[in-house]
């Protein structure tokens, strides 16, 4: 597999996992890891831009597209949208650091876009999030599987 692949491959994994589509993108970073044709740093620094960049556009979505959270084939069920909210107005901005959570990761970040985060400290809480997630399966991906 050429570099352009993985990378490309790894980038296009993340941002589809951090939009509100289901996806993985930690399986892909393991294989990479494991295959160890590319420095660990590169791969979790790929894996985590594509993943931002996922969550910036459900942030996009959520700033831009409410008013059409009561149409059929809006992406976020009125149940998880909910739960979300309640969950970032009990802790505000904090609440993102769960971004890299699995089923309210995603929500959250189009909450944050709906209640109007502004977008320096979105992108900068949910990069914290994201990243260490990364760097904590590449830890123990290198470490056990290696």
């Known amino acids: 597999m050429t570099d352009f692949a993985a990378y490309s491959g790894l980038f296009s994994a993340a941002l589809l996992a951090a939009t509100l589509f289901p996806a993985q993108s930690e399986l892909v970073l393991a294989g990479l890891l494991v295959a160890g044709n590319q420095p660990p740093w590169a791969l979790v620094a790929m894996a985590t831009v594509g993943n931002v960049l996922g969550s910036t556009i459900n942030w996009g979505l959520g700033r831009y597209l409410e008013h ?8 976020v069920k009125p149940g998880s949208l909910h739960k979300a909210e309640r969950w970032y107005h009990r802790y505000g901005r904090w609440s993102l650091l769960l971004s890299w959570a699995p089923f309210i ?11 109007r985060e502004p977008f320096p400290s979105f992108i900068v809480i949910v990069t914290l999030a994201k990243l260490g997630r990364y760097l904590v399966l590449a830890a123990i991906t290198l470490q056990w599987f290696t």
Do not use: E, K, N
């Not at 990761?105 to 209640?115: E, K, M, Q, R, S």
């Open 68 to 75: 059409f959270q009561d149409r059929r084939w809006f992406p």
């Open 105 to 115: 990761g995603d929500p959250l970040t189009l909450v944050a876009g709906v209640l």
